[in-house]
């Protein structure tokens, strides 16, 4: 699994060009066909994505291209599950995010309930993220709880990414520097380390 840029041409031509790198290895991946299709569930309607599928040229491994609006195995699009998680933080309950975002309240739950088992972790991992774009960042002062801090790193580290390459939604950069595991029940693989 890479996660990629959402602009699917840009993508292709990445491929092509051989300026993808395989996670597993760092050699180059080329095209190897798509992978199934499925639905994403978005704010502005549902969105089929047939992602492009990778092979690697050192360790022969697959990969299927994910955009950066996805989380693994999430069927809702990233922004709504950042904007949930904003909301949580803020101090709403899931029953007014989920009627607010328009998904059924359990979905809202799972997410809040894996985030908040995840979030020393994700604190851990976002503020390496956000030293590696930005050395001469200061210390991230403590928001108050390990749920706050997690998302106040994850600001921190999208900050710095738009600092160094531009424009970018934050939960998209959050779905990039997580490979994707914002909510899995791995910890994230994300090679600045
Ligand atoms: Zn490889």
């Known amino acids: ?25 760092r050699e180059v991946l080329r095209p190897w ?32 291209l994910l955009p950066d609006v996805c989380l693994v195995r999430r ?3 990233v922004p709504v599950i950042g ?10 309950g899931y029953r007014r995010i989920a009627g607010r975002l328009g998904v059924p309240a359990d979905t ?22 956000a030293v590696a774009l930005d050395p001469e960042l200061g210390p991230v002062l403590p ?3 390990g749920f706050a801090d997690a998302v ?12 160094r390459f531009g424009a ?6 959050a779905s990039r520097l997580s490979g994707g595991g914002l909510l899995a029940t791995r910890a994230p693989a994300f090679p600045w380390a």
Do not use: K, N
Request: aromatic share 6%; proline share 3%; net charge positive.
């Open 1 to 25: 699994m890479l996660i990629v840029c959402v602009e699917m041409a840009l993508v292709e031509a990445e491929l092509v060009g051989g300026l993808l790198a395989c996670p597993s290895c």
């Open 33 to 64: 066909g798509h992978a199934r299709r499925r639905a994403l569930r978005c704010r502005s309607g549902d969105r089929w994505l047939r992602p492009r599928r990778a092979r690697c040229r050192g360790c022969a491994g697959t990969h299927v």
């Open 75 to 77: 069927q809702d699009e």
């Open 83 to 92: 904007a949930a998680i904003a909301a949580s933080v803020a101090g709403m």
């Open 108 to 129: 809202v739950r799972g997410w809040l309930r894996r985030f908040v088992e995840r979030a020393e972790l994700l604190r851990a991992h976002f503020t390496r993220c």
């Open 143 to 145: 928001a108050g709880s």
């Open 152 to 163: 106040e790193v994850i600001a921190v580290a999208a900050r710095a990414w738009v600092l």
């Open 168 to 173: 970018a939604d934050p939960w998209r950069t």
